[in-house]
């Protein structure tokens, strides 16, 4: 049974637009939740994370919020660049340490 | 540069050999991870170890062990391997903090 849910596998944004990733996940003694990019051929970097504490975290042009109520986060980048083009995991931490990884989206800038 | 070093990028073994994928790290970390990814299924945990020579079962541990002699090398292995563990393998270290997850660049297996 999946915990963590990306239900879009693939998603094509025009340069300088907004891009909306969107995460659900059923289990709600997750009270951490991370951002992962990665590459082809390379291993996935860390993006952003939010607590449970928090409905919205910023970094420069990333931006996750975080709707406990409704199980659901998203991660918007604004504006899009085309170094934007990657796989972005979702991935809440259960535990102290092992995160549970979405199935990803793959995320298409075009100039 | 903190680094999580996987000993091989591509690999092709043939079906029924025992394969070894090693991991090292060099930032002291206490917790080492494999996962798996496979399309449309994202990272699945294997295996994974809080601390020198010990290992705890992940979501999908069917057909692998692990190995953790020493605090900054963990191994995984395929006893037996099968053309369905053709797969891209991802190790990863931490510290005790959510943030500290480094991943290596990944192995890419294709058992024939």
């Known amino acids: 049974d999946q915990q963590v849910k990306q239900n879009s596998p693939s998603l094509s944004v025009q340069e300088g637009r907004i891009s909306i990733l969107n995460c659900d996940y059923t289990?709600?003694?997750?009270?951490?939740f991370l951002w992962y990019k990665k590459y082809p051929a390379e291993g996935p970097t860390f993006l952003i994370s939010?607590?449970?504490?928090?409905d919205k975290n910023e970094d420069g042009r990333f931006t996750v919020f975080l709707n406990k109520s409704a199980k659901h986060l998203s991660l918007h980048i604004v504006p899009s660049q085309p170094g934007d083009s990657a796989v972005y995991f979702c991935?809440?931490?259960?535990?102290?340490?092992?995160?549970?990884f979405g199935q990803g989206t793959r995320l298409t800038i075009n100039p | 540069d903190v680094k999580v070093t996987q000993s091989s990028r591509y690999l092709v073994k043939r079906t029924g050999e025992k394969v070894f994928l090693e991991c090292v790290q060099d930032?002291?970390?206490?917790?080492m991870f494999w996962y798996r990814q496979d399309p449309g299924l994202g990272l699945r945990l294997i295996y994974f170890?809080?601390?020198?020579?010990?290992?705890e079962k992940g979501d999908i541990p069917e057909g692998y062990s692990v190995s953790r002699e020493k605090k900054e090398r963990f191994s995984l292995i395929l006893e037996s391997a099968s053309t369905n563990q053709t797969s891209m393998y991802l190790c990863?270290?931490?510290?005790?903090?959510?943030?500290?997850?480094?991943f290596g660049s990944g192995t890419r297996l294709t058992v024939v």
């Open positions: 991935a809440p931490l259960q535990g102290a340490q092992k995160l549970v």
């Open positions: 289990n709600s003694m997750f009270d951490y």
């Open positions: 930032m002291d970390h206490e917790n």
């Open positions: 939010i607590s449970s504490i928090k």
């Open positions: 170890s809080y601390d020198v020579k010990m290992k």
């Open positions: 990863a270290s931490s510290s005790n903090t959510p943030r500290g997850y480094t």
